[in-house]
């Protein structure tokens, strides 16, 4: 096979996301979800792949299958309000999927929040929260401001030691504007998404990112165990803070229990958090949005660094992202493609189409 053949054979596919969302809703109902958690899922994390987010797209899909069949996340949970006053609630998630624990969440937060102002939703024991964006945006849309938040196990260097102690607790904030403004982000430097992204590719880390097992700086992927803080202190303190708030107050410690080696530290778990604001019982929204785009816009009148070339808000690229895939189709590595291809095969369900 010839230099360019070989690069051909490797170079990603194209899929539409139409296509990714039914095969993802196909996979995880032969996994044992019932169709309607299939959706929210596959749409979930097809969300993620539309807006550049690949490292929590579809990707994702056969660790979830995984999950399933170890027992750690629950296809057919019995979700249930475990406590609920008139502007919070506490749900009992059952180890359900992350998406749909999530969006239960969500939902009921913007809820409390037109009844209360502020609605709160913790939600207890589930499983990989997925982009926390996806939830946060759909509050804004609801006319909501929103904060979420997700804690899980150790698996980011705590500042001052060479092994993990605190999570990449992702956050994500949003508010309405003539475009939302999106933020989503871990609390480490990179997230554990993207380092096992560059262990596929092969490509080398940048220093700075991850230590190996052994507590060692390195840049060779494959090496590469523990993601570093995001701003040293202030990232692993940040994460140490999300566990106290949304693990700690829904009463399901998972950072101490994963570092004292108990039973259920071993297993897969996380907790999420989802604040809403409705901006109608503070103000009038219109205003609100016209005061977001002109921020907006006043940030973008400043001088712009050459380096950089442009000056964008928090979800800009990814919104640009979306709009670009919703029309060419989402690139699939091939890595992704072959093992979503034997996963298909396993389970019995038709492969997306695709393009090169």
Known sequence: MSKTQSRAAQAPL?????????????VFVRAGMPEADAAVVADVLVWANLRGVDTHG??????YVDLIETGDMNARPAIAIR????ASVLIEADRAAGPVAMMRGTTAAVRKARDAGVGLALVRATTH????GYYTLAAAREGMAAIALAASWPNVVYHGTRAAGVSTSPVSIAVPGTEPVVLDMATSVVSMGKLNQAKRAGEPIPEGWALDKDGNPTTDPQAAQIPLPMAGPKGSGLSLMIECITSLVAANPL???SLEGTPEGRRHRQNGFVMAIDLAQFGDPESFRREVDRLVKALKSLPVDPEVGEILMPGERGRRTFESRSRNGIPIPRAVYDELQALADRVGVAMFPSSR
Do not use: H, M, Q
């Open 255 to 257: 950072l101490a229990e």
């Open 83 to 86: 406590n609920e006053t008139p």
């Open 14 to 26: 194209t899929a539409p996301a139409e296509g990714l969302k039914r095969f993802a809703t196909d």
């Open 58 to 63: 579809v990707t994702r899909i056969p660790r």
């Open 129 to 132: 929260a997925a982009a926390l």
